[in-house]
């Protein structure tokens, strides 16, 4: 059995491993490509599919700006895509429209090109699909601009650490659909869930500050749902595939408040609701109302 993480390595082998019977079990990717709904294909996504994320961020731009002009920055690829589609698909028939959306590749040195452009359509919503200094860049962009857009970027990145070079001013009032305890943010020190995954990091951890990584959070939660799932099965591929394809509310340490697993053959990714959060210059804070995908199971 193979935990993989990304996209392109695990769909690289994909084939190979299906015919040597090997499963990628939770692959750490919200491609739809690891949604198939065939156990035979000996594959699992673990996360949010970004197309459930997307929708669910339709769903709070509808709430709240109901005649939104919107502007996307995306990665360039298959991901960032799906990411696009999953939200124009959510506000077909809305008076939600898509105004500027701009993509940016692994190796570009900034993003202050298509920002511009963003700027330029003068946005109300901004949906960013980046990671990396990419977030701060875009941030640090709309914060010197005239406009002052409502501000959602990807789950995955949504830490702290991300909006740090930023500074607070810029990063203050970011949003973020999260399913996840970002493990930086003071909001969740005496989380009971929290403490377990900075005990299990301090002890077996390699790297630097790792304790309040919010991808080592999400790995770890991963790592607790694949044990959980093995406790649940009988020792063979196929009981265990079976398994991951038909949880129902399972609650793991380090996910949000109302937020717990459920997969299904009509859509095996594990995780399809999550909590808004909104950045106050300091730390995250989740909001009361979570959120789940239409295709729910």
């Not at 740090?164 to 305890?181: D, E, F, H, L, Y």
């Not at 790592?223 to 649940?232: G, N, S, T, Y």
Request: aromatic letters at 8%; a negative charge; one cysteine or more.
């Amino acid at each position: 059995m193979i935990l993989n993480n990304g996209t392109p390595g695990p769909t690289a082998c994909a084939s190979y491993l299906r015919q040597a019977g090997v499963p990628q079990i939770l692959v750490n990717s919200g491609d739809s490509s690891f949604s198939s709904s065939n156990p035979d294909d000996l594959e699992s996504g673990y996360p949010m599919a970004y197309s459930i994320e997307s929708s669910i961020v339709a769903q709070i731009v509808k709430k709240e700006k109901p005649n939104a002009r919107v502007g996307i920055l995306s990665l360039a690829g298959d991901a960032g895509d799906e990411y696009v589609k999953g939200f124009e698909n959510a506000i077909n028939g809305s008076g939600v429209k898509v105004v500027s959306a701009k993509t940016y590749g692994s190796t570009d040195p900034s993003v202050n090109s298509q920002m511009a452009q963003i700027i330029s359509q003068k946005p109300d919503v901004f949906l960013q699909f980046t990671a990396g200094k990419y977030v701060a860049q875009a941030l640090t962009a709309l914060h010197q601009s005239t406009i002052h857009p409502i501000d959602f970027i990807v789950s995955a990145s949504a830490s702290v650490d991300n909006l740090t070079p930023a500074g607070s001013a810029a990063a203050n009032g970011v949003r973020s659909i999260v399913w996840a305890k970002d493990p930086s943010s003071a909001a969740y020190e005496s989380d009971s869930g929290v403490k377990l995954f900075k005990s299990v990091i301090n002890q077996y951890g390699q790297g630097t500050d790792l304790d309040t990584n919010l991808y080592a959070m999400q790995g770890f939660i991963g790592a607790e749902l694949f044990v959980d799932a093995l406790k649940r099965s009988q020792p063979t591929v196929q009981s265990l595939m079976s398994t991951l394809y038909n949880l129902r509310d399972v609650e793991i340490p380090g996910l949000q408040d109302g937020v717990t697993v459920s997969s299904s053959k009509s859509n095996p990714f594990m995780i399809t609701s999550a909590r808004e959060e909104i950045f106050n210059g300091k730390s995250f804070v989740p909001q009361t109302t979570s959120y789940s995908a239409p295709s729910n199971p």
